[in-house]
Structures are given as structure tokens and as C-alpha cells.
């Protein structure tokens, strides 16, 4: 027997070699590296909790509530651990191997069901993904408390859902509660703008949002927006774990999150600061400034830069009397610096408006000062009387050419412009024209064609040599543009018949995002609105009620009980609020404008 093992010895050395060389780790194939396996998209799942759910005379000094899961993981948004109600200051963690761990700088209070909410803050260590949430519910006191509300935040002029709202309950009805304490309950707005304050006391409360810059828990006006629910607020839902508003979902669970009942909505706007004075200022140029107020509707007295004649000041305030522009009507070198005084209305440290005199030095822009002393590189900008053309083939019907010209002017000839247009046949002739000033904007112009436009016409409007001066005594330059209304056979159109209008509405069209305003309309009567050559796309059709009939959207005021100004969205018989437009389509919308706002 020894004898043939010994006989097959060499191959059995053999054998074990090559095994060796196959299974050995240093033989793999290094033209493709070792597959890490299948990357992990499964979030943290929650193992273990301390204290229990639901767990009373849970104690008051140094209290850790602890959160364990199946793996490793981090928090990434330390705000998100949420305590309510609120403290003075925001909870501390620590991550203590598989455990996070929540504690606090000062005591709980005694007797009060609190709830830590994690909803945001977690995920996994390896890949991020985010744990959905939980609410840990325990109490100081003997006693759980079982009542809940719930509603979704969004912005009073787009009505889009607001994430990281902090929604808060108040048992303190004063209108200074808001400012001076931390409420009685809170919660913050996950993605989709929505909260639901669980485990909340059976009493009658009054019901804010705000966005929290320094997350202290208190209102502060002059930055953050605000906004809240016009009557008091009372609990009618109990509390049970199998309701949809208590569960945490993935934020990428469109159907489920949409799903969850909304008792009350809240409109986030920002007030009209309370405080009047001047904010900020800059010389822009050789002969124009700018300068901007706390608070819109300002009342200036009088305006006057030292060393400048009377009447050689012109001045403009924007629509909400918050932005001035100043320019020196005067083409005569300017001084370096000049010392602006404005005499207006300004608050006093007792929150009153009294007449102050600000004076305020505008040093000329260094870019300006070294283009005067060098004068080289001078542009041809720089010696003419600037101006631009607007006119969009898309809505050139309803805004018509708009002028508008870099500084005010002191010589116009609007009487010398060309409008001609060519019809199809190549047949040139010319037309009449209105011009109007822009009331917003005195360096803006708008020229209308008497006769409507037509498709396949072409349609030229030219401003000719040296017929408009502006304050630098800068002649314009010629300039032409062309614009043909738009022949592409795919774009659509939209009509849209407004009835019961019975006050004014700002009408926009929007694009899908509900960011851009493609369109705009002011209509106090019944009417119908075109909106013509659409690509094809989804819009969204928003009206604003202008009860104060000045054409904005005016916000609201917390102390006056006054509400940012009602805006809606229009919206289709199967809930959507989109309006989807195909190719080549005529569609027409009836809005009962009436009702909608009912």
C-alpha cells in the first residue's frame, strides 16, 4: 500500500499545485475587476427603540431616547430630528455603532407626551438611502395624549408644496404668542408641503407655519415667511397607527403620499416689513442711482443732491414704491461722489413714522472713474443713446413693439418711425401707429400697428438716426426689426371663457413647473382670453383675485388677520391641474371664475 502511494506521490503534488494556482485569490483575472454584488437600494430598517412606544414617566434629567437599525447608518440632516414639543435648543446625537442616539441639553418638562420625529434625517452609511421615518411617542407624565391634525403648507402664489415648513400649535390665542414663545406643539413639512402633529392634547389651539431660518422656533418677521389658519383650531381624529396621515412613506411614493387626508391648508407668504427706512443704495454710473426701501409705499417729501440745480433730478419709483431710480438730467461731467439727501417718512425707535432727512454719499463706480480718466476703449454704448426693440413673434399681438431706452430722455420723435409691413406677394406698404409710455417705466415705450397683424405678413419697425436724445445727450442710432406672427402648422391654441366675473383677476399662464409666466391678463368683466401659437405641452392656468384692484398680488399680515390675496388654479373635471395641449388644436376652457373662488 505504502508502496503506491509512494508511486503516485509526484502526481498527487501535482494535482494539489495546480488547485492551488486555481482557487489562489493571486490568479484572478485582472482584466475585470471582482463585482461588489448588487448595489444596495433598500433604506435602514428600524430594529429596536428606546424608550418603548408609548412608555410614560419616562424620566426628565438627561434623557436619550435611542433608534437602532439593521446597519450602519448616518444622519443626514440634523435639523430633522424633530422634538415636540420644541425646546430651547435642538436636540443633539451621537451614533454609537447600529444606534443613534438622541439627547438633550436641558430638562423635559413634566407631565407632556412628547414625539421625536425623524422623518428626512437618516439613511444608510453605505449607498444613503433615506430611512422613510418614525415617531417615537413617550410621555413624562402618566399620560399619552391621542389627538392629531394634519394639512400640507404651500406658497400663496404658486400653491406648490413646501418642504421644511415648520407647523406649530399654540394654546396661547394672543397674536404676540407667535413672537414670543415656543408653541405648544410642531412639526416640520416633508416633501410633499404635508405635516400631521400626532399625540397632541384635546384643546382648542391657534395654527401657524413658518419658515424657520434660525430653526429657534419663533416667528421673526423681518425674514421669514409666515403664514396661518384664520379661525381656532380643535382636534377631532384619535390617534391609530393604521391610519394613512400616520404612516412614514418613501418620498418617491407619489400614489401613497398623495393619498393622505388633508384637514387644513396653510398659504405661506412674506409680510410687508414692519419698519420703514432706506435699506440700501449704489451709483450705477456717471448719472444714475439707485436707491431701496425696507418696506414698499414709501412717502418721500422731497429729493435733492447738493450742488445740482432744481429740476435737474429725475426720479422713479417701481410699482410697489419700494425701489427708486435717480438720474442726473445733466450732460455735463458729473462729480465723483455725490451727497444725496431724501426727506421721507422714516420709523423711529418707537415704531413711529416721522419726517427724517437721510443724507447719503454715492461714490461714482470705479469702472466709470477709469473709463473717464483713460477714455480708452470707448465703446460705441458709450456714446450713443442705448436702446432696445422687443418683439416676440408669439405675442407681439398683445404686447406689441416695446422701446425701451437706457436712460431717460429729453428729446423724443416718435412721430419719425417707420412702421411698413410686406404681404405675401413681396407688395410693401405702410401703416399707423400709436405710441404709449409705460407706466412703470418712463424709459419704456410701446408702438402698436393701427391695423391688426395677419399671418404671413412681414412686419418692420425702424427707429431712424439721431431723433432721440437721452440725459447724456447721446443721439440713438438706427435700428430695425422684423417679425413675422408665427406659420408653424403645429403649434395650438388657447381660449379661455371667463364667467361670473364679478371683481378683478390677474389671469397667467404658466408653463408646467408653474415658474415661468408665459402669458398675462387683467379682466374685471366676462370675457374670453387668447392665448394662440402654444407648442404642445402641459400648462397650468392661475387666477388671482386683486380685491384691491392695484394689478399685484398683494401678501398678507399676521397682526391685521389678513390673508395673502386668494389665488387659484384652475382645475379639470378629473382633478388635474394641468391642461395638456397637443399638436394642432384649437381647445376652449370654460371657468365658472365665480365659483372657483366661492
Partial sequence: MKRIIRQYLPLLAAVATAGAMIFSPSCANTTTPPSGGPKDTIPPVLVKYFPLPGDTMVTRHKTQLSLTFDEFVVVKDMQSLFLSPPLDKTPKYKIRNKSVIVYFESDLDSNKTY????????????????????????????????????????????????????????????????????????????????????????????????????????????????????????????????????QKYLMTDTVACLARKAEYELNLFKEVPSKQMIVNYERLGERTAYVTFMAPYAEIDSIWIKGLPEGKLITQFNLERDSLEIWVNDPKPQPDTFFLNVNYLKTDTLGKLVPTTDEIKLTKPRKAALAKSARTDVKKEDTTAVFTIDAKPENVEQYGFVLEFKYPLVKTAFDSLEFRYLNPKQQEFTDTYTVEQDSLNLRKYVVRPASKLLPGYEYFLKVPHRKFTDIN???????????????????????????????????????????????????????????????????????TEDLNRNGLVDTGNLLEHKQPEKVKFFRLDDGNFLIDIPEMTELEQTIDVGELFR
Fill in 115 to 246: 414625539v421625536l420625529d425623524v422623518t428626512n434625517a437618516i439613511a444608510d452609511n453605505n449607498e444613503g438611502n433615506m430611512f422613510p421615518g418614525y415617531a417615537l411617542v413617550f410621555s413624562t407624565g402618566k399620560h399619552i395624549d391621542s389627538m392629531m391634525v394634519s394639512g400640507i403648507v404651500q406658497d400663496c402664489n404658486t400653491l406648490m408644496p413646501v418642504k421644511g415648513a415648520t407647523v406649530m400649535l399654540y394654546k396661547d390665542h394672543s397674536d404676540s404668542a407667535l413672537f414670543k414663545h415656543r408653541p405648544d406643539a410642531a412639526i416640520k413639512t416633508d416633501d410633499w408641503g404635508y405635516f400631521c402633529l400626532r399625540n397632541i392634547q384635546d384643546t382648542v389651539y391657534r395654527m401657524y407655519a413658518i419658515m424657520d431660518m434660525n430653526n429657534n422656533n419663533i416667528y421673526e418677521a423681518d425674514n421669514e415667511q409666515v403664514a396661518f389658519i384664520d379661525t381656532l383650531v380643535r382636534p377631532v381624529i384619535k390617534v391609530n397607527d393604521s391610519l394613512p396621515e400616520l
Fill in 473 to 543: 445727450g447721446f443721439y440713438n442710432d438706427s435700428s430695425e426689426v422684423k417679425v413675422m406672427l408665427p406659420n408653424d402648422d403645429k403649434l395650438s391654441s388657447l381660449t379661455l371663457v371667463l364667467n361670473d366675473v364679478n371683481n378683478k383677476y390677474i389671469i397667467d399662464l404658466l408653463n408646467e413647473k408653474r415658474d415661468n409666466t408665459l402669458r398675462s391678463f387683467i379682466v374685471d368683466r366676462d370675457t374670453s382670453l387668447l392665448f394662440p401659437y402654444i407648442t404642445a405641452g402641459k400648462y397650468s392656468i392661475r387666477l
